[in-house]
């Protein structure tokens, strides 16, 4: 059997930043501030924040604990912790399935951010207002040879910085991505501060307003809230698990777990510290949904001093976002095969990037030629369609299946999940939380689940 953590990191802050470069994605820096707009502000961002520490941090140390004991991938790891004649390994197909599902919409999308970038430092948006702006990205999405090229140019870096290999290639440049990508938030962030207007903005993203929260109804901010908390950390498909594979035991898994949350809350928070005063400034609504980064921001930066640098490095920023899930989940998908396939390395990438491509052409082709083709409904899209299984599905299933791994007697069980858990310094798992976490987690993840479908089919 391939040993994957021969060829691990070679240092902890390389763990820390490629699985925090794998949780932070779009779900970070697009969804997360049109969401928080749209439910209130501040007061969405506490809920937010509570459930984020409840949530997410046990799933994600439980993904850790099983990829660090088993030194496998998804494809691996169940069957060499699993009781003798349990079936837990057959989780494998829906984990390596959800992966791939994954690539086949976000290659496309990160594919928008790589045409966006372009456009925006070679001038492309100057002079157009905001229904210019609009119909340049609906003439983006009708052209699929456009299309096309970006979501093959991404494809073909997240396979090439993969076929460098863990050290060289996955952990050295997404490192420098990332710490790229932190030092353009935070420059973007005191752009938008200094701004004339950005007072009410700020006191809009930073001063809760639970008033604002009860309009819309507690418990719909709260599944909001919920929702975001744990979609956002890409947990129940096995994308943090390889990481946890190529980890020492010198550190308690906790404390890596909180590194990575806090990175990845800290990186959702700048870019509402980038959006929210930008948007008051210019009296732009800054709930008004996903036109709000392909739309309105292009609009925005149009009218800001200095607006096309401005832009330009804020679409750079994003696509070291989306660059960073692309060459994780990648790298999750070349290990899981080169598990079940046992060929070498760059064999399966040079193979798993043309095959990559073709399965993101539905998603691609389904805002142009397969425009026709509604899966879920009137004005839905292919995309909508794999976002839905992967996000409404795959995670919430998944992440339960970890936990119940975790914590029963009929899997690995909570005293080997707390013993490797817990090898190492650093910050124990609290042990008082059993109950909670082999119960009540596993409960609060269903009822996402169920609601996932009810505001999709019965809202």
Request: charge should be neutral; include cysteine.
């Amino acid at each position: 059997m391939i040993l994957l953590s021969r060829n691990g990191f070679s240092t902890r802050m390389g763990f820390i930043l490629v699985s925090a470069g794998c949780a932070i994605g779009l779900g970070n820096v697009w969804r997360f501030p049109f969401i928080t707009g749209q439910y209130g502000g501040a007061s969405f961002v506490l809920i937010y924040l509570v459930f984020l520490a409840i949530l997410g941090l046990p799933i994600m140390v439980a993904e850790y604990a099983v990829g660090r004991a088993s030194h496998h991938s998804v494809a691996m790891s169940f069957e060499a912790l699993e009781p003798k004649g349990t079936k837990w390994h057959l989780y494998k197909y829906g984990a390596v399935a959800g992966n791939l599902l994954l690539m086949m919409f976000y290659t496309t999308v990160s594919g928008w951010m790589l045409y966006y970038f372009f456009k925006m430092a070679t001038g492309g948006f100057e002079g157009l207002d905001a229904e210019g702006i609009g119909q340049a990205f609906g003439g983006l999405l009708a052209d699929p040879v456009t299309l096309f090229i970006n979501m093959a140019i991404i494809v073909l870096l997240g396979g090439g910085v993969c076929y460098l290999g863990v050290r060289t290639g996955v952990e050295r440049i997404t490192k420098s991505m990332m710490t790229c990508l932190l030092g353009l938030m935070v420059l973007l962030a005191v752009n938008s501060i200094l701004l004339p207007g950005s007072g009410e903005g700020l006191r809009y993203y930073l001063y809760p307003d639970f008033g604002r929260l009860m309009e819309f109804g507690v418990q719909e901010v709260v599944f909001a809230a919920m929702g975001q908390a744990f979609f956002t950390l890409s947990i129940g498909i096995g994308s943090m698990a390889i990481f946890g594979s190529y980890i020492g035991k010198s550190k308690r898994l906790t404390g890596e777990a909180i590194w990575v949350i806090l990175l990845d809350t800290f990186v959702a928070l700048m870019a509402g510290m980038i959006i929210f005063p930008a948007c008051f400034n210019f009296g732009v609504n800054p709930g008004s949904g996903p036109s709000l980064l392909f739309v309105t921001l292009p609009n925005v930066f149009n009218h800001m001093p200095l607006g096309r640098l401005w832009g330009t490095l804020f679409f750079l920023f994003m696509l070291f976002a989306a660059l960073s899930t692309v060459i994780a989940v990648f790298e999750n998908i070349v290990c899981c095969f080169l598990e079940l396939l046992r060929k070498d390395r760059k064999i399966i990438i040079s193979r798993g990037i043309p095959i990559i491509i073709l399965l993101s052409m539905p998603c691609l082709l389904g805002f142009n030629v397969l425009s026709g083709i509604q899966p879920l409904g009137e004005g839905s899209c292919i995309l909508d369609l794999e976002d839905f299984l992967v996000s409404n599905n795959l995670l919430p299933i998944g992440s339960v299946i970890y936990l119940l791994f975790c914590t029963s007697r009929y899997g690995w069980g909570w005293d080997n999940f707390i013993r490797e858990a817990d090898t190492g310094k650093g910050i124990a798992f609290p042990k008082w939380l059993r109950f909670y976490v082999s119960y009540v987690l596993p409960l609060i993840v269903l009822a996402i689940f169920v609601q996932g479908y009810y505001a999709k089919f019965f809202q």
